[in-house]
Nanobody, 114 residues
Framework: QVQLVESGGGLVQTGGSLRLSCVASGFIFSDYGMSWYRQVAGKERELVARISSAGGIRTYADSVKGRFSISRDNGKNTVCLQMNSLKPDDTAVYYC???????WGQGTQVTVSS
């Protein structure tokens, strides 16, 4: 059974930082690319960042380039999202996802106050 458990969200002021983590289980983690998405209530989920299975290829949404960094530790089945210089527009529920599959975790709430 595939499980994705996100953590690390919280309330932070504009300009602050947070580090999100996602622990995966139920599949061979090192075989798959992983992504972070975010969703604001009433809007579609937005792809934020993606990392290849070995970690060598990383892509970002234009809105987070230069501020967010995705990384992974295949030995710990974990993918992380380091978020710096946070803005109120970054407020959302953040989810990790295995590339090509539709399993979702419960998400972690990030709130950036102005």
């Amino acid at each position: 059974q595939v499980q994705l458990v996100e953590s690390g969200g919280g309330l932070v002021q504009t300009g602050g930082s947070l580090r999100l983590s996602c622990v995966a289980s139920g599949f061979i983690f090192s075989d798959y690319g992983m992504s972070w998405y975010r969703q604001v209530a009433g809007k579609e989920r937005e792809l934020v960042a993606r990392i290849s299975s070995a970690g060598g290829i990383r892509t970002y949404a234009d809105s987070v380039k230069g501020r967010f960094s995705i990384s992974r530790d295949n030995g710990k089945n974990t993918v992380c999202l380091q978020m710096n210089s946070l803005k109120p527009d970054d407020t959302a529920v953040y989810y990790c996802k295995r590339v090509g599959y539709v399993n979702w975790g419960q998400g972690t709430q990030v709130t950036v106050s102005s």
